[in-house]
């Protein structure tokens, strides 16, 4: 830039390298900024053309459209000539009798009706949105919380919130702690070991377990069974990196009762373990409530004596306020029904 370009502007102001310009400013110089708009936002018309465009296809009346937009009738000519001019097409053919529509014209009506139609469905939407009625959910669960409460869950929240979708992926406790707390979640049905810093966790279920047996096994069908009788019995369990927590209180159970546990397989997600079991490949333990509906090749079995627990939570993201979405999910996962629903 040249000393003669910078001297057109005023003094105090300051160039794109950030020297200050000393000019100032004679009487009656006036001074415009015109910020440009980027260009992707620059268009040659606006959406009063298209508007008045759209009733005059409609119409194929001037005086017809005109009374329809309220507005007087040169107005509107002047606007659709303005409309014509900044697309470089006619867009109407004319005539004392009739208005007919170009090829332009018929195409562009049939580019502008689901526009216009989309932006009239905007308020409505966002509405929507901001009060919970629409969304997009992402809930990850464990085998124990599809097994018990959270088809419970489901069926009321869909119930009362059928424009909601939920994105549903089972996923064991530690995979979900990961998850939840790099924000790749919105909320998740876990195990829980221990207190998860940025985590916010409701009780839906906490119950003693009991153990699933083969149907052929000689303790089937005990009602006083002790974890002790079931020293020499291999058992189905699951990786203990998947949930530390509720493994080491099965090992904890075992020492209790002053056994060693053979661990046959471990297996992941839940209903293998069960299906193990049904081949008679060894036992696995099971909460009351997961026990409701079972393939007779099995049969469940109290425990008297040590015991595993098992505890089941929703938990989300403190300290972040969750979306209307999210919102109402969690409200329907932690109300006080939400975690007897499924259980009777």
Not at 279 to 287: S, V
Request: charged share 25%; proline share 8%; hydrophobic share 45%.
């Amino acid at each position: 830039m040249n000393e003669g370009e910078r001297q057109e502007k005023p003094k105090g102001a300051r160039w794109e390298d950030g020297a200050e310009c000393s000019r100032e400013l004679h009487a009656g110089e006036i001074l415009v900024w015109v910020p440009v708009m980027p260009r992707e936002y620059q268009y040659p018309f606006e959406l009063r053309h298209i508007v008045y465009f759209r009733e005059v296809a409609r119409q194929l009346h001037f005086r017809k459209a005109a009374e329809s937009l309220a507005v007087a009738q040169p107005a509107l000519s002047r606007q659709i000539a303005q409309l014509e001019k900044a697309l470089g097409v006619d867009l109407l053919v004319r005539s004392r009798r009739k208005v007919e529509l170009t090829l332009a014209g018929q195409a562009l009506l049939e580019r502008v009706e689901p526009l216009l139609r989309a932006l009239a469905a905007v308020p409505g939407a966002v509405r929507a949105t901001a009060e919970g009625q629409v969304g997009h959910v992402r809930v990850a669960f464990t085998g124990l919380a599809m097994a018990t409460v959270l088809p419970g869950i489901l069926r009321e929240f869909s119930r009362q919130h059928p424009g909601i979708r939920l994105e549903l992926n089972e996923s064991p406790t530690a995979a979900q702690l990961v998850a939840l707390q790099a924000g790749e979640l919105a909320c998740g049905f876990f195990h829980p070991d221990a207190p998860t810093p940025g985590l916010q966790t409701r009780v839906l279920l906490r119950e003693r377990n009991g153990v699933l047996l083969p149907a052929e096994h000689p303790l089937a069908g005990r009602t006083d069974l002790r974890l002790r009788e079931l020293a020499t019995t291999p058992f189905v369990l699951f990786p203990r990196t998947h949930n530390p927590g509720f493994y080491d209180r099965v090992l904890a159970a075992f020492a209790k009762a002053g056994v060693t546990p053979r661990i046959a397989e471990e297996v992941w997600p839940r209903a293998n373990a069960v299906g193990l079991v049904c081949a008679g490949l060894g036992a696995t333990f099971m909460c009351p409530s997961e026990a409701r509906q079972l393939p007779p090749e099995v049969m469940f079995c109290p425990l008297v004596g040590p015991a595993p627990e098992s505890r089941l939570v929703v938990g989300w993201r403190s300290g972040v306020e969750p979306d209307p979405a999210l919102a109402a999910f969690l409200a329907a996962a932690t109300e006080p029904e939400a975690g007897r629903r499924a259980v009777r």
